[in-house]
């Protein structure tokens, strides 16, 4: 099996596992007789944690001669968190167990990004396949789940999470490619502290991370709102599913037809991000007008650029700009402030902002990614000499 298909079944099944927890993990709690205000604790924690985990994960899982086997290990440790949690009852029991599982399964990501851009650089495939594989999962999942959930227990949920990462264990230690972690030194763990400090140091790829950030925080107001703005307009929470199921498919042909082609012809990730910025500017401006159904699906399209080619260009960026024995501090760094933190203020303003003005609030989501694009603008200039570095060392 080729590496490509290897971390295309690493990510099916991580964010298999994610398409069931993130939209029904809630529900299941519900279920077990937790209010609204404890099952927000119970998710959002491990979310805000990460300023402080990811980093911590980044540096313990440098420690090791492969990068597999971090994941195997974390993907372990949810599996038995998460079963854990399904086997005990009360808050005080769930909370540490959804805590850590949450923790490890978040972990997993950061760290499957930097073994794949890797083996992507050295085996000339792209990096979207198994990430587009990833996002077809979770597509897949969802719709699998909610057809169970029609039929069967509500614990289902549970007893899919925990297969799935169960699944992930496995894989990780038997099928994954034994990538060694820094060209198969292992850095001590005081420099991989002193390479984190300098990359956080690094105003270079600091500028990166708010530009990459500021673009995907833009989807703040989007995941919290889109929903109940459009309920208030009459749109039925079906079409509200088709409408969310569109977006994802549209990233999902982006992943795996628009990038080998803009790879192909060498636009590089910069220009990628650029895409990513003026179509948050179109999309999030136009739905502050509460647009009607038909041009909804237009707008659902730019989630390809919104989220996919932000996404894409920011893993690639952060990857330039960063050492290779502090790629996964980097990616990790890139995933806890740009997709965690940064993404977790915007959502806690964007209530607030729905109270008040509606669906207007979107309006504040595109001074974000113009706040984004001047970042990216300030950042082009670096990212050219950092090319031209590469290419003088290639030649």
Not at 15 to 44: D, H, Y
Not at 94 to 107: D, E, K, M, Q, V
Not at 132 to 150: D, P
Not at 184 to 190: I, Q
Request: glycine share 10%.
């Amino acid at each position: 099996m080729k590496s490509s298909q290897r971390m295309a079944l690493q990510y099916g099944l991580m964010f298999a596992a994610n398409g069931v927890s993130l939209p029904f993990a809630g529900l299941w709690f519900r279920a077990q007789g937790l209010s609204g205000a404890e099952i927000g604790t119970l998710l959002a924690v491990p979310m805000l944690a990460r300023l402080v985990t990811g980093p911590a994960i980044a540096v313990w899982a440098d420690g090791f001669t492969q990068r597999r086997t971090p994941i195997a290990i974390l993907a372990l440790v949810a599996a038995l968190a998460y079963g854990a949690a399904g086997l005990v009852e009360g808050f005080a029991l769930w909370a540490p167990l959804w805590f850590i599982a949450a923790t490890a399964a978040g972990a997993m990501i950061p760290l499957s990004d930097v073994m794949t851009l890797r083996l992507a650089r050295r085996e000339g495939f792209a990096f979207a396949f198994p990430r587009g594989c990833g996002s077809a999962a979770f597509v897949a999942a969802n719709i699998l789940m909610g057809a169970l959930l029609a039929r069967t227990s509500v614990d289902v949920v549970i007893v899919f999470i925990v297969v799935a990462t169960l699944l992930v264990a496995m894989l990780a230690a038997r099928l994954l490619p034994p990538e060694p972690v820094g060209e198969g030194v292992v850095t001590a763990k005081r420099d991989r502290f002193k390479g984190m400090g300098r990359l956080v140091a690094d105003p270079v790829f600091l500028t990166a991370i708010v530009a990459i950030g500021c673009v995907q925080a833009t989807h703040a107001f989007y995941y919290g709102f889109s929903a109940i703005a459009w309920k208030a307009q009459g749109i039925d929470e079906a079409t509200t599913g088709l409408l969310w199921a569109f977006s994802v498919v549209v990233e999902i042909g982006f992943m795996w037809a628009i990038e080998p082609w803009r790879r192909a012809r060498g636009i590089g990730p910069w220009l990628l991000l650029m895409f990513g910025v003026i179509a948050a500017l179109v999309r999030w401006g136009l739905m502050a007008f509460s647009p009607p159904l038909w041009a909804l699906w237009p707008l659902q399209a730019l989630h390809g650029l919104t989220f996919a080619a932000t996404y894409l260009a920011g893993v690639q960026i952060v990857e330039r700009l960063s050492p290779p024995a502090h790629q996964t501090a980097a990616q990790t760094l890139n995933s806890v402030l740009a997709a965690g933190v940064l993404i977790g203020l915007a959502t806690v303003f964007s209530g607030p902002l729905y109270d008040a003005y509606g669906a207007h609030g979107y309006w504040a989501m595109t001074v974000l990614a113009a706040l984004g694009g001047i970042a990216a603008i300030r950042l082009r200039t670096h990212l050219d000499d950092q090319s031209d570095v590469s290419s003088a060392r290639q030649g």
